[in-house]
């Protein structure tokens, strides 16, 4: 089945800690995202990648880093300057050029991150 | 700044009946709207998805509605059942056919479905 696996489901982080969240898809989508949700709000963009081996900065990107070094993968780091980094991390990845059909943004079922 | 939110959090619905989620965007420019499902501890899911250029489109069991001229989106669920239990959120977007770099996700309203 194609698809985006994030791993793991449930991550915990001690302070000063950096900590990585995995994403995989084999959808063979050009673009990759990491978003993040806090409770009662909506999705926050952090990076995007468009093509491997590049990446830019969303909109709250700091406290965090990225790679793309493979056209599947695109892991996430929380870094210890992230002060704030409870919460749901979803990753979600799109072909660049969208056909028109109905969906153009797929999500994986998310990694919620709690500090202990 | 521009933004996109939902006039109420929470709305409860009896089982069987339909139910109007809405959606206020703030960029008159924007041009492309989608709404998403989510439940909990999940990623989202996509339900339908409406262009500038139309003002209703319809899937199954569900109908966005798009209002322009007061910058309106809604979703329509007929028939609700306990499985549309979720939090359902709007996207926008300024440029649908590129990236989704400039998509904009507003709160989300909790639809509970009630027995």
């Known amino acids: 089945d194609g698809g985006i696996t994030q791993s793991p489901k449930y991550l915990f982080r001690k302070e000063g800690q950096n900590v990585t969240l995995s994403c995989e898809q084999n959808?063979?989508?050009?673009?990759m995202y990491w978003y993040r949700q806090d409770p009662g709000q909506g999705l926050r963009l952090i990076y995007y990648?468009?093509?491997?081996?590049?990446?830019q900065k969303g909109d709250i990107a700091e406290g965090y880093s990225v790679s793309r070094e493979k056209k599947e993968s695109f892991p996430l780091t929380v870094t210890s300057a992230q002060k704030n980094p409870t919460a749901f991390y979803l990753c979600?990845?799109?072909?660049?050029?969208?056909?028109?059909?109905?969906?153009?943004?797929?999500f994986g079922s998310g990694t919620q991150l709690s500090v202990l | 700044g521009e933004s996109v939110g939902l006039h109420l959090p929470t709305l409860s619905v009896q089982e069987g009946d339909n139910s109007i989620i809405n959606c206020a965007y703030s960029?008159?420019?924007?041009?492309?709207f989608i709404w998403y499902k989510q439940e909990s501890g999940k990623g989202p899911q996509f339900i339908i998805d409406?262009?500038?250029?139309?003002d209703k489109r319809q899937g199954q069991r569900v109908t966005v509605l798009l209002n322009k001229t007061v910058k309106h989106l809604s979703l329509q669920i007929a028939a609700t059942q306990p499985g549309d239990s979720a939090v359902y959120f709007c996207?926008?977007?300024?440029?649908?056919?590129?990236?989704?770099?400039?998509?904009?996700f507003g709160t989300g309203t909790r639809l509970t479905i009630i027995p």
């Open positions: 409406i262009r500038s250029n139309m």
């Open positions: 959808l063979n989508h050009d673009a």
């Open positions: 960029n008159s420019a924007s041009d492309y």
């Open positions: 990648s468009q093509i491997v081996n590049d990446f």
């Open positions: 979600a990845s799109s072909p660049i050029v969208w056909s028109g059909a109905d969906e153009k943004l797929f």
């Open positions: 996207a926008e977007n300024l440029i649908p056919n590129f990236g989704n770099e400039k998509l904009t």
